[in-house]
């Protein structure tokens, strides 16, 4: 198994909502990373994880809490977003917390804020 | 502060033609990664290729080269045969050796289209 599985692939949230996305790998790679992305510009690191510890937050909003439960499964937590919120939320992970060799993305979640 | 800088907004080629993306970088570190990722209509990030700054020898991956000039901080994506699943935009990104977080540093992008 050589891939980063994202669900839900697409969700639309009204502004009092709380959802969660989740991310899931199996090919026994340490750090899990989750990013924002807009339409038509690069990815924004959101948060690292290394080992299952969170090692970078990127300054993010509370509204948007992270967990990681074991080595193979990130989820990222979302209460009361604002519409600006809305993007392509991309989950990757790495062989480990340098990754020298790239990340594997998942092919994301669509979120639209209402 | 790295910064990365992709110049080319857009950019178009015929199919089976040759196309050269460029990329440059500013940073004060000796040794760091470049990497070209692929991001086709599907939305899914491809790593295309991988450069280890202290290597000499620019990488190869089947029609995609790169040229590095380390010196001038560029690091263009030539992408030989072009072909029409080679549509999508281009993400240059930098990475320190040291980096224990990391983090990808990313230029703006070049979308590419392959013409029919």
């Known amino acids: 198994d050589t891939e980063v599985t994202q669900t839900p692939k697409h969700l639309v949230m009204g502004m009092t909502n709380k959802k969660s996305l989740k991310c899931e790998q199996h090919?026994?790679?340490?750090?899990m990373y989750w990013y924002k992305q807009k339409a038509k510009k690069p990815p924004e690191l959101m948060f690292v994880?290394?080992?299952?510890?969170?090692?970078i937050n990127e300054s993010v909003p509370s509204r948007f809490s992270p967990e990681c439960p074991n080595s193979s499964l990130l989820n990222l937590h979302l209460h009361a977003l604002q519409p600006e919120d809305s993007a392509l939320y991309l989950c990757?992970?790495?062989?480990?917390?340098?990754?020298?060799?790239?990340?594997?993305f998942g092919s994301g979640t669509r979120l639209t804020v209402v | 502060a790295q910064t990365v800088t992709q110049s080319q907004p857009e950019m178009s080629v015929q199919e089976a033609e040759t196309v050269t993306l460029s990329c440059t970088y500013d940073t004060s570190e000796s040794n760091y990664y470049l990497f070209w990722y692929k991001q086709p209509p599907s939305r899914q990030m491809i790593l295309v290729i991988r450069?280890?700054?202290?290597?000499?020898q620019n990488a190869t991956e089947n029609r995609f080269s790169v040229n590095f000039q380390k010196a001038a901080k560029s690091f263009s994506l030539k992408i030989s045969d072009s072909q029409l699943g080679d549509t999508a935009m281009y993400f240059c990104a930098f990475m320190k050796h040291e980096d224990r977080g990391g983090k990808l540093i990313f230029g703006q992008g070049t979308e590419l289209s392959v013409k029919p």
């Open positions: 450069q280890e700054a202290y290597k000499q």
């Open positions: 994880y290394s080992y299952e510890k969170l090692s």
């Open positions: 990757a992970s790495s062989q480990d917390v340098r990754p020298l060799y790239g990340y594997t």
């Open positions: 090919m026994g790679h340490r750090a």
